[in-house]
């Protein structure tokens, strides 16, 4: 098996149960011969730098998978013909995985996500210490006048 990832942006039109049947369609014909999905994000809808099929606006779609290069030329043959498919990018990652590596590489996505968590969390609670700092600075400028006069 070989490890790929694919962008595939999908008319903003679709329905959630439309763009569910289309991420599943992909996803079964990664899981064909053994191969498995390493992760799985779903930007959601994006404004495109230029139009796409007179569009202005896409749902993105993000796979990080470990399949044969048989299935990724099944699912792209299948991308073409979907009329909700705009567009699509597959990359080849690494010529050969085995199920240590996707185990590791699952590990590492799982480590990402939670360090993005951790670090949105600090960041929105510095922004809450900053706001209660600039309310208390009026608060104390205002003391600081009264002692004054």
């Known amino acids: 098996m070989r490890r790929y ?3 595939y942006i999908l008319r903003p039109t679709l329905s959630e149960e439309e763009i569910t049947a289309v991420i599943d369609n992909a996803n ?14 779903q930007w959601g809808m994006k404004t495109l730098a230029y139009l796409i099929q007179k569009e ?3 749902y993105y ?4 998978y470990a399949t044969s290069p048989a299935n990724v030329s099944e699912m792209e043959r299948k991308f073409r013909i979907d009329e909700s498919v705009m567009k699509y990018m597959t990359v080849k990652l690494e010529d050969s995985i085995d199920s240590d590596g996707i185990a590791a590489a699952r590990g590492e996505y799982e480590a990402a996500v939670i360090a993005a ?3 949105e969390e600090e960041a929105s609670r510095q922004e809450a210490e900053q706001a209660e700092t ?8 205002a003391t600081d006048k009264e002692s004054v006069q």
């Open 134 to 141: 600039k309310e208390a600075a009026p608060k104390k400028e």
């Open 117 to 119: 968590a951790e670090a």
């Open 56 to 58: 202005t606006q896409g």
């Open 28 to 41: 079964t014909i990664i899981a064909t011969d053994g191969g498995q999905v390493i992760s799985l994000d």
């Open 5 to 7: 990832e694919t962008i």
């Open 61 to 64: 779609v993000y796979c990080d």
